[in-house]
């Protein structure tokens, strides 16, 4: 068994988006995950010494996708994407759904189909790295507003991210967890984990540091839109035994929040 290194390097994009490159030691390939600013991206992968070879889409929205197209003119590099939504990708080479991977040098990211903030949304999980670029399905204590799809699909997607090992790093696309924290402890406010984590959360944003990416353990006790299934939230929420409506009320109080 070989050993991949992966270097993953963040800045922050547009208002609060995370630019991500990931660059794959052995074979120098780099892949940009999203594009919400390409000028960044081409300057932060400068910055680097990487030349971006992939552009990884999670969805079709302009904050992950608006900057391939310069990307690919000044790069050359091959653009994947979500095949649910490959006629919104600008400049898309190779359409993924679940079950499909790709190569990044030594590396593999295995595809989850994980709809719901939009029809074809995809999420790019490394195994043997413990970690998953998410877009914008799940953010720390949040997860993406239901868009294009079905309470009932994004209530899947999330339980689909939530049998990731429970290690696995989450790579969300925006810095949102500050607010996310404000509404998680007006559901759920007897969670002492969840307490904690909105101190440290207020603590690491006050000295202007992100919170980006978190662990899915982490989330698993203290994000409320997926903890939908605990029957103590189901209960709060007046949905016991049921996860899809626990969720859809979460996520509507949310909305309105
Ligand atoms: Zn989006
Ligand atoms: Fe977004």
Redesign the pocket.
């Given at each position: 068994m070989t050993n991949v290194t992966l270097d993953i390097h963040k800045f922050p994009c547009l208002n609060d988006n995370y630019g991500y490159l990931v660059h794959e030691a052995w074979s120098g390939q780099t892949a940009a995950i999203d594009t919400p600013d390409a000028e960044k991206y081409l300057s932060e992968a400068d910055r680097m010494g990487w030349t971006i070879s992939h552009i990884l889409n999670t969805?079709w929205?302009p904050?992950?996708a608006g900057g391939n197209l310069r990307i690919k003119e000044h790069t050359g590099c091959t653009i994947y994407g979500p095949a649910g939504e490959a006629g919104k990708i600008p400049g898309i080479d190779v359409a993924l759904s679940e079950g499909d991977t790709v190569e990044l040098g030594r590396a593999t990211a295995q595809i989850l189909d994980v709809p719901g903030?939009?029809i074809g949304h995809i999420a790019y999980h490394l195994p043997e790295q413990a970690t998953a670029f998410v877009?914008?399905a799940v953010f720390a204590l949040g997860c993406?507003r239901v868009f294009e799809g079905t309470m009932d699909m994004m209530w899947n997607s999330l339980s689909k991210l939530k049998s990731l090992p429970p290690e696995t790093l989450l790579y969300c696309?925006h810095e949102y967890t500050q607010a996310n924290a404000r509404f998680a402890v007006t559901v759920d406010p007897d969670n002492a984990a969840l307490t904690d984590y909105a101190r440290w959360i207020d603590e690491r944003r006050a000295e202007g540091l992100p919170t980006v990416p978190t662990r899915l353990d982490k989330e698993l006790a203290t994000n409320p839109f997926l903890r939908a299934d605990d029957p103590a939230l189901q209960a709060a929420m007046g949905h016991a035994g049921d996860a899809v409506a626990t969720f859809a009320e979460i996520r509507t109080r949310k909305d309105r929040f």
């Open positions: 969805h929205h904050d992950h903030h939009t877009g914008d993406g696309a």
